[in-house]
């Protein structure tokens, strides 16, 4: 990590899960992805981030999870968790649920644990109450092959939650499921968010899903990616269809709509 600014309170102290300060990444091919960007992401907060495609979002999710390193700034993280055992700080939720074809569910969920040297009955009672958060439970003994989508992205869901980290990055997680999977998975996330008290960070293309599901939605400009327009989502919880048809919601779409449009001008295809 590259240090470039001294902050004069601690992440922790000022309650944040996250940090971020004049954090760039110039990859090795020289491409300038991603910055100056400052972040600041409260705990217990949902946000998305928004933005144009390659203007750096799946970048500053690896970079706060830890898979990257910036080239200039500071990524720092608080989470409450790190010393509860056997507890990792960040679960990471990609686009493809990345399941081993040739493990059951309960394996698929295990691997993490297996990674961090957790075995035996605490990691067994660990899989059971991620594989019963997403509704699971039944499944345990399935292989990928005999799941939907949907049902696969809900394994991919049980193994980020199963080490019980308190920030949870998804990359754009439902970005390849049917609407009607979309909705249900969206509905069964922001419950997950309530009842586990999470701070979430998720990337989408969709200014819909952003809008329902987050407190604070962040549309990012054209590479390299910085902060463009932030919006908070007033709306109250718990949200559900009738907020998803209501003109409160639409109106919230239709500003962060024209927020991101600018974002997009020139570019081919646009
Ligand atoms: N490992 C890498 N090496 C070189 N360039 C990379 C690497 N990873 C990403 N890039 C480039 O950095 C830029 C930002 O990529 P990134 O995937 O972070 O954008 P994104 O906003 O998540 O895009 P999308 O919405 O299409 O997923 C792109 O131009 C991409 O081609």
Known sequence: MVESTVPETSA??????????????????????????????????F????????????TALRLIAGLSTPS???????????????SHPIGFV????????WATVRDNVRLPLKLAHTSG?????????????????EFATAYPRELSGGMKMRVSLARALVTDPDILLMDEPFAALDEITRFRLNNDLLSLWRNLHKTVIFVTH??????YLSERVIVMT????????EFRITSAEPRGEEFR??????????????????????????
């Not at 605490?122 to 699971?136: K, N, P, W």
């Not at 969709?206 to 809008?211: G, L, T």
């Open 121 to 137: 009955s605490d990691a067994e009672g660990r899989i059971d109450q991620a594989l019963a958060q997403v509704g699971l439970a």
């Open 47 to 58: 946000v998305s981030l928004l933005g144009p495609s390659g203007c750096g979002k799946s």
């Open 72 to 86: 200039a700034g500071t990524v720092e993280l608080s989470p409450r968790g790190t010393a509860r055992r056997g």
């Open 94 to 101: 990609f686009q493809e649920p990345t399941l081993m074809p």
């Open 222 to 229: 054209a590479r390299p990616g910085r902060i463009g327009t």
């Open 206 to 211: 969709s200014v819909f899903e952003s809008v």
């Open 245 to 270: 048809t209501s003109a409160e919601y639409a109106a919230f779409c239709r500003e962060v709509s024209n927020a991101l449009a600018p974002s997009y001008a020139g570019r081919a295809g646009a």
């Open 12 to 45: 922790d102290e000022a309650g944040l899960a996250v940090r971020l300060r004049g954090v760039t990444k110039i990859y090795d091919s020289g491409v300038a992805a991603l910055g100056p960007l400052d972040l600041d992401v409260n705990r217990g907060e």
